[in-house]
């Protein structure tokens, strides 16, 4: 799966308004080419939800601004609303999981199976709010690594200490009781899936 930076991204908005157009134009990827249009709109929309852009008008008049946080508080306030929002998915999402098989007809070589129609909107939900909160980690190392204000690295990372010890709770309690085919499988989706810091995945 491709990644993307925040920074690259952000360096490709230098206006107050910066039409969607405009920016997908000028975000090229290692090959020089354009971005899959419908999927650079979802990272867009993905930087707005970690608090990063904005997003005005709409339709074919449809802008973006960067946002900045005006005091520590604000910043923190929001990253913290983030975090509560994505665990009460996950938590919710997990304990209507809990005893159930969630994958069936598993082959041997696990290469083939089917997700349990009786809990895909579940494991959807699920899978959601884990992406957002690997996400959501990821800018957060990269805002403290680009930070020089000393009590706002301490506050970030106790930030990202809680998401790191929410999701290693969360997959433990996951993984509870699973036979062994599901429980591989499941790690391909939630194993140590944070992206580097300040990335996106495409």
């Given at each position: 799966m491709q990644v993307i930076s925040i920074e690259?991204?952000?360096?490709c908005m230098p206006n107050e308004k910066n039409y969607f157009d405009n920016i997908w134009k000028m975000c090229l990827n290692e090959d020089k080419k354009r971005y899959n249009r419908i999927k650079f709109s979802n990272t867009l929309k993905k930087m707005e939800e970690l608090g990063h852009i904005k997003?005005?008008?709409?339709k074919s008049?449809?802008?973006?601004?960067?946002?900045?946080?005006?005091?520590?508080e604000d910043n923190i306030g929001f990253i913290n609303n983030m975090i509560f929002t994505y665990e009460s998915k996950i938590n919710k999402a997990s304990k209507n999981l809990?005893?159930?098989?969630?994958?069936?007809?598993?082959s041997?070589?696990?290469?083939?199976?089917?997700?349990?129609?009786?809990?895909?909107?579940d494991y959807e939900?699920?899978?959601?709010?884990?992406?957002?909160?690997?996400?959501?980690?990821s800018s957060i190392i990269w805002?403290?690594?680009?930070?020089?204000?000393?009590?706002?690295?301490?506050?970030?990372?106790?930030?990202?200490?809680?998401?790191?010890?929410?999701?290693?709770?969360a997959n433990q309690?996951?993984?509870?009781?699973?036979?062994?085919?599901?429980?591989?499988?499941?790690?391909?989706?939630?194993?140590?899936?944070?992206?580097?810091?300040?990335?996106l995945r495409f």
């Open positions: 690259y991204i952000l360096r997003k005005h008008g709409h008049d449809v802008y973006y601004e960067k946002l900045h946080h005006i005091t520590m809990k005893n159930k098989k969630i994958f069936v007809d598993i041997k070589n696990l290469n083939s199976y089917k997700l349990n129609k009786f809990v895909k909107t939900i699920l899978l959601e709010g884990m992406s957002g909160m690997f996400e959501l980690a805002t403290k690594e680009k930070s020089d204000d000393s009590k706002l690295k301490k506050e970030l990372t106790d930030c990202f200490t809680q998401i790191k010890k929410f999701l290693e709770d309690k996951l993984l509870k009781d699973k036979k062994t085919n599901e429980i591989i499988l499941l790690q391909r989706d939630f194993g140590n899936k944070i992206p580097k810091p300040g990335y």
